[in-house]
RNA sequence: GCCCGCGUAGCUCAGUGGAUAGAGCGUCUGCCUCCGGAGCAGAAGGUCGAAGGUUCGAUUCCUUUCGCGGGCACCA
């Protein structure tokens, strides 16, 4: 049985329990949401419900009067070992080990789908993410979003969603013109400005600008500056997109600012805004009323001087982007940008949609970096930067990737550089893929004894009785699988991925506490028993949901190390 | 001044109102003649920054306060 067959089943010994009048009720004070949770302790059982101690006080009866009432109910039901009652009200169930091991052959008839969802099915989602200035090699801040974009992506996939990673490229303006201006000196041998770029990248980028268009160097002023700026921008945006791809992040849609203003975007934005009756003008500068909704101020669109800003940008490419037939629109913002959460909400609002359904602004905070003991202060202009490229060349994408995205985003992050390189054993990442090599060591090694096929599709599912798994180990790794799918729906629900981190992390523990307490394979001549069948499909569950739970991370599972 | 985030073990951090607050690292004690020891079993280590409030119950929600980080534009 499954927590969200016992939930069904909660909920109908609730009915019951109503139209029995055993409990003073009416079906609308039934919980919608019936809680079921692994409990803390074990002792306690295999699942926790907390529903008496919601519903007891309405009913007018203590909650442990009421969840003795439940316990009848639920003590008949088939799989049901034990149920008792504990503490303030809680009901704890223990389900027998034929009803609990079910999961393990679920698991392997599912395969890679178990645990997906429907929880966002239909759903159209832009998340957007990264959106770094084409003026230099990504570096470490950039690498958090670029794991946890895309981790966030794949759980909304997960759970049905239809989602674009999407990155925005700001292509405009005066920064562009400075890095330009950095690569042709660089490129003429004078000195760089001192407003300019001075990161050891320009002049590589420059001896690359002239050997790809040596004449670049002869143009006339300013057709010379633009062609500089160009070439060196597009070498720039390939080099991201290639590290970017390296690192297991691949963009849907690469969106240029610059394309905003010259495929009419702009003026539909403008459009869109004005019959929604928030644009006015004041002191020459046409403005949005962003007051109206929760911002601080009004922002100007256009200048008096007639020159539009980057604000204007950023709502038509909100308006763009809902053209674009997305139901909701994600952005994955730095801490540094914290201010731009009420006006971008207040732009949706503007546009006439819902602020709370269809925009969502996450702010991660900062990734600070020791070296040495040291913090290492980022400054791309000083040429001072450790890049993503770097850190992949020093750990490994996996071990980035899931040391990014094993904390939440809205604390800030410390990556102590001396330990993740010299160390990378201490890295919790290689002990989920060791948990997931060593139970694929497990099951090679019982194809090559002929227990089994190699190839879990090939499993008899009659060969399998779960009523052997009766080690107090084999039951809290069961019940931990069997809440996998619930795990998967929090972390696409609060777009927090790193759930699925810590909770392969837990299933890789409960692993190897199992396979040190309970032998798998026969030893020497041994008869091969049912028993020992059943904890190989155990093993073959768990390694399949430490692969799922992987590969939501975009991080690997390897089958030897 | 105003806004956002954070404050949990020596360090780095989990913990979407529940039971005795957890993990890794570090320290200490055990476990390889057999399926992968990148592992397992155990010990020590906490006024959950502080004070109020909400309720059956608060590390979690609210208010105040202290400390740390980040942000305020007709810049991009």
């Not at 090699?137 to 909304?156: E, K, M, N, Q, S």
């Not at 949609?353 to 000083?382: F, H, T, Y």
Request: with cysteine; proline share 4%; net charge negative.
């Amino acid at each position: 049985m499954t927590p969200q067959e016992l939930a069904g089943h909660i909920k109908a010994a609730l009915q019951s329990a109503i139209s029995s009048g055993q409990l003073a009720l009416s079906s609308e004070d039934i919980p919608t949401e019936i809680v079921v949770e692994r409990p803390k302790n074990l002792d306690h059982g295999d699942w926790a419900t907390n529903v008496a101690m919601q519903v007891g006080k309405k009913a007018g009866l203590n909650p442990r009067a009421a969840a003795e009432i439940l316990q009848v109910i639920l003590q008949e039901l088939p799989g049901v070992e034990a149920v008792e009652i504990a503490g303030p009200g809680f009901i704890n169930i223990r389900l027998s080990a034929a009803s609990q091991g079910e999961v393990a052959r679920d698991i392997i008839a599912k395969g890679k789908n178990f645990g997906r969802g429907v929880q966002l099915a239909g759903k159209k989602i832009n998340v957007e993410f990264i959106s770094a200035n084409p003026t230099g090699p990504l570096h470490l801040g950039h690498t958090r979003w670029a794991a946890v974009g895309d981790a966030i992506a794949r759980v909304l996939e997960a759970e049905g969603a239809e989602s674009a990673r999407e990155f925005y490229i700001n292509d405009l303006g005066v920064q562009m013109d400075k890095f330009g201006a950095s690569v042709k000196a660089a490129a003429l041998g004078e000195p760089i400005p001192e407003d300019g770029y001075h990161g050891a990248y320009i002049p590589e980028l420059a001896a690359q600008v002239v050997s790809q268009n040596p004449a670049i160097v002869d143009l006339a002023e300013p057709q010379r500056s633009e062609a500089f700026r160009d070439a060196a921008y597009a070498l720039q945006l390939a080099d991201q997109k290639r590290v970017l791809d390296n690192f297991n992040t691949h963009f849907d849609v690469w969106y240029s600012e610059k394309s905003l203003h010259t495929s009419g975007a702009v003026d539909r934005g403008f459009e869109k805004l004005k019959s929604q009756g928030h644009m006015f003008v004041e002191e020459g500068a046409t403005w949005l009323r962003t007051s109206d909704f929760d911002d601080d101020k009004d922002r100007v669109l256009i200048k008096a001087d007639g020159a539009l800003t980057y604000f204007a940008s950023d709502t038509a490419y909100y308006v763009d982007k809902r053209n674009r037939g997305y139901d909701l629109c994600i952005y994955l913002l730095g801490a540094d940008h914290h201010g731009y959460v009420n006006r971008l909400r207040a732009v949706a609002a503007c546009a006439g949609d819902n602020p709370d359904e269809n925009i969502q602004i996450l702010i991660g905070q900062m990734v600070k970096m020791l070296k040495n003991g040291e913090e290492v202060r980022l400054s791309k202009r000083a040429g001072n930067i450790i890049t993503l490229e770097d850190l992949v060349d020093e750990v490994g994408v996996d071990a980035a990737r899931y040391s990014l995205i094993r904390y939440p985003v809205d604390s800030p992050l410390v990556l102590d550089l001396d330990l993740l390189v010299s160390n990378t054993n201490d890295n919790p990442v290689y002990y989920v893929q060791y948990a997931h090599a060593r139970i694929a060591s497990v099951v090679r090694n019982a194809a090559e004894l002929g227990l089994i096929p190699a190839d879990t599709s090939n499993w008899d599912p009659a060969t399998f009785d779960p009523s052997q798994l009766t080690d107090d180990r084999e039951g809290a790794l069961l019940g931990l699988l069997a809440d996998y799918p619930r795990v998967v729906a929090s972390a696409a629900e609060l777009r927090e991925p790193h759930r699925i981190a810590r909770y392969i992390e837990e299933v890789a523990t409960s692993y190897h506490s199992f396979y040190a307490a309970c032998r798998v394979l026969p030893q020497g001549d041994e008869a091969v028993t049912e028993l020992n069948i059943a904890r190989l499909w155990l093993c073959a569950a768990t390694r399949q949901v430490i692969f799922n739970g992987l590969e939501l991370l975009g991080v690997s599972a390897p089958d030897r190390m």
